[in-house]
Nanobody, 121 residues
């Protein structure tokens, strides 16, 4: 299995930026499509962005609420996936999780512990 550890969360004012990182260990990183999800208090976890195994632009997807503001990327040599978050809004406040979807699976079955992002107005 793969272990995932997020970092980079914190508190920022609206309009600011944060960059989340998710470091993977334990398995071949390029075997996994990687995704970012988030969960705000009292809400269900929701999809934010995903990137295919090799990082091709055609394999990148975003939720409509973050498209144009967030950028997902990965560095397979460093076993790390990133989420650059710009023009942050208070409604982006949530715990952000990275997740791995193995090439032979149909659902994300590896999750990190989450990192808190708080955006104040």
């Amino acid at each position: 299995q793969v272990q995932l550890v997020e970092s980079g969360g914190g508190s920022v004012q609206a309009g600011g930026s944060l960059r989340l990182s998710c470091a993977a260990s334990g398995r071949t990183f390029s075997d996994y499509t990687m995704g970012w999800f988030r969960q705000a208090p009292g809400k269900e976890r929701e999809f934010v962005a995903s990137i295919g195994r090799w990082g091709d632009s055609s394999t990148i997807n975003y939720a409509g609420s973050v498209k144009g503001r967030f950028t997902i990327s990965r560095d397979n040599a460093k076993n790390t996936v990133y989420l650059q978050m710009d023009s942050l809004k208070p409604e982006d406040t949530a715990v952000y999780y990275c997740a791995g979807l193995r090439y032979d699976s149909s659902q994300y079955n590896y999750w990190g512990q989450g990192t808190q992002v708080t955006v104040s107005s």
